[in-house]
């Protein structure tokens, strides 16, 4: 895992990426289990079928620029620490299915066998960020799909992401995005995402 932040020529790409590709939205829930099934895969893949080959070649294209970025040299040789990698991985797979659950660095590291401190450098290193940071991280995108794609209260929407208090979550939820959930919510609306 990797983040940059996003270059003017990334925005640009992203919206051409939209534009040739209609009928690419998030899909209706917010269950990674549902989600993420064959017939999701399927269904996009006879969209591929579809579509005209020169936007065909136009999205290979912009996908292996935006892609490019992310294999910078400040990344590490695919041949070092193989093996954690994919320790690592599987750890962020738990932590997106679980985002509900209670996480911790030690239940984490006790999951792929090691030390708390050794796990959280580790992670850092493939991530860019500290365990419990990345967790937070994805626990509040996870927030903001709800708001932007469902009609679950705040409190429902807190529980679903992990957070024990709505206070707390409300609290986060602004410190990450610079706004309330209920602003949030507003502002898709707003921008006339259907909810």
């Not at 030390?115 to 994805?138: C, M, N, Q, V, W």
Request: glycine share 6%; aromatic share 10%.
């Amino acid at each position: 895992m990797c983040k940059l932040k996003a270059a003017p020529l990334d925005i640009a790409l992203i919206s051409r990426l939209l534009e040739i590709n209609p009928g690419r939205g998030i899909n209706r829930s917010d269950d990674p289990k549902i989600y993420e099934k064959n017939i999701f895969y399927r269904e996009y893949q006879e969209l591929n079928n579809r579509q005209h080959q020169a936007a065909y070649l136009e999205t290979q294209g912009i996908i292996l620029q935006l892609m490019g970025r992310l294999l910078g040299p400040e990344l590490p040789r695919e041949d070092v620490l193989y093996h954690t990698s994919n320790r690592i991985a599987e750890s962020i797979n738990y932590i997106l299915l679980n985002l509900h659950n209670r996480l911790s660095v030690n239940t984490l590291a006790s999951r792929i066998n090691h030390h708390p401190d050794y796990f959280s450098r580790l992670f850092k290193s493939f991530t860019g960020e500290r365990p419990a940071s990345y967790i937070l991280g994805k626990r509040i995108e996870r927030a903001q799909y709800l708001l932007a794609s469902g009609q679950l209260s705040c409190s429902e929407i807190a529980a679903q992401t992990g957070f024990d208090h709505i206070s707390y979550f409300s609290r986060s939820f602004k410190k990450y995005t610079g706004m309330s959930p209920g602003t949030y919510k507003k502002q898709i609306y707003r921008l006339g995402f259907p909810l």
